[in-house]
Nanobody, 120 residues
Framework: QVQLVESGGGSVQPGGSLRLSCAASGFTFDNYAMRWYRQAPGKERELVAGISAVASITAYADSVRGRFTISRDNAKNTIYLQMNTLKPEDTALYYC?????????????WGQGTQVTVSS
C-alpha cells in the first residue's frame, strides 16, 4: 500500500523557518522523482520544488527560489522541504508527490498535506 505522510507544518511568524518531511512507503522510493506542491484557499495547486530520482537534481518555483531547499534521504525514504524567510503568501496546504514513468504507465502518488500558516 502506497503511503506518503507529510509532517512538520504549523504556524510561524513572517521571517521564520519550518522544515517539512514526507515519509514514503509502498513503492521503490529511489526510482521516483519527488515534488512539493502547495495550495492556498481559492487558488490552484502550485508546484513549489522538485528533486529527481537520479543525481537529486533540484528545481524551484521562482516564488521560493533562494528561500526553500528540497532534499531527499533515500536510506529513510523521506524528502524534506526546508523553508526559510517565510512570508504570509507562503501560507498554504503543502503536499508531497511522487511520480515515475515506466514504459507507457505513469505513476503519481499524493500525500494528504500539511498546513503551513505564516502570520504575525
Amino acid at each position: 500500500q502506497v503511503q506518503l505522510v507529510e509532517s512538520g507544518g504549523g504556524s510561524v511568524q513572517p521571517g521564520g523557518s519550518l522544515r517539512l518531511s514526507c515519509a514514503a512507503s509502498g513503492f521503490t522510493f529511489d526510482n521516483y522523482a519527488m515534488r512539493w506542491y502547495r495550495q492556498a484557499p481559492g487558488k490552484e495547486r502550485e508546484l513549489v520544488a522538485g528533486i529527481s530520482a537520479v543525481a537529486s537534481i533540484t528545481a524551484y518555483a521562482d516564488s521560493v527560489r533562494g528561500r526553500f531547499t528540497i532534499s531527499r534521504d533515500n536510506a529513510k525514504n523521506t524528502i524534506y522541504l526546508q523553508m526559510n524567510t517565510l512570508k504570509p503568501e507562503d501560507t498554504a496546504l503543502y503536499y508531497c508527490n511522487a511520480w515515475n514513468i515506466l514504459g507507457t504507465n505513469r505513476y503519481d502518488y499524493w500525500g494528504q498535506g500539511t498546513q503551513v500558516t505564516v502570520s504575525s
